[in-house]
Nanobody, 112 residues
């Protein structure tokens, strides 16, 4: 059974940083392309970033490019999202995604 468990969210001031983690199990993580998506209050799901199985190739939404970094540790079966220079518009529930599966999400709130 595919399981994805996100953690690392919280309340942070504008300009601050957070690192999200996603512990994956139930599938071959080392061969998996992974993504982060988010859902802001009252809005639909928004793709944030993706990474290929090897961890070498990454892509980002324009809204986060230059501020967020996606990475994966295949030895630990864990996906990460380093978020810097956070803005209030980054407030959302963040989900890691494998194929059509998502975890329960972790709340990120950017506010002074």
């Amino acid at each position: 059974e595919v399981q994805l468990v996100e953690s690392g969210g919280g309340l942070v001031q504008p300009g601050g940083s957070l690192r999200l983690s996603c512990a994956a199990s139930g599938f071959s993580f080392r061969f998996a392309d992974m993504s982060w998506v988010r859902q802001a209050p009252g809005k639909g799901l928004e793709w944030v970033s993706s990474i290929k199985a090897s961890g070498i190739s990454t892509t980002y939404a324009d809204s986060v490019k230059g501020r967020f970094t996606i990475s994966k540790d295949n030895a630990k079966n864990t996906l990460y999202l380093q978020m810097n220079s956070l803005k209030p518009d980054d407030t959302a529930v963040y989900y890691c995604q494998y194929a059509i599966r998502r975890g329960q999400g972790t709340q990120v709130t950017v506010s002074s």
